[in-house]
């Protein structure tokens, strides 16, 4: 088993990850490239794969460590960070869809990436 900060670290790497790729699509798409012409599709795709992957297992991870129990029920704080998971997990793919949304982007996902430590930290719905 690993330490706390151990989970700690993969999961705020695994951050970085998520948040450079959707950066990476988000300008792409806004300077009017595709899919078709990226030239580092896959890589940005397998970087954000392996970013939400690393946010689960370190998120979850930190979860064992400081005491959370299996089979227990998920207080709010945790089911609103899984939902700013899956929506990060998801967003990615919106840019090349609708090229428009690619700017609102660098404003909407710091505001969910402090929402989500905003309940990491402070924990205020049980």
């Given at each position: 088993?690993?330490?706390?900060?151990?989970y700690e670290v993969l999961h705020i790497i695994g951050i970085a990850l998520m948040f450079v790729a959707i950066g990476g699509v988000a300008v792409h798409a806004a300077n009017?490239?595709?899919k078709t012409d990226s030239q580092t599709r896959k890589l940005v795709s397998i970087g954000h794969g392996?970013?939400?992957l690393l946010v689960l297992v370190g998120?979850?991870?930190m979860l064992a460590r400081?005491?959370?129990q299996h089979?227990?029920?998920f207080p709010g704080w945790l089911w609103i960070k899984i939902a700013v998971w899956a929506i990060l997990s998801a967003v990615v793919l919106i840019p090349y869809r609708k090229?428009?949304?690619a700017r609102p982007f660098f404003v909407l996902l710091p505001l969910l990436a402090g929402v989500a430590?905003?309940?990491a930290l402070y924990k205020p719905i049980n």
């Open positions: 088993m690993f330490s706390r900060e151990f009017g490239g595709t392996i970013g939400a998120g979850f991870g400081i005491g959370f089979g227990g029920n090229p428009a949304l430590v905003y309940m």
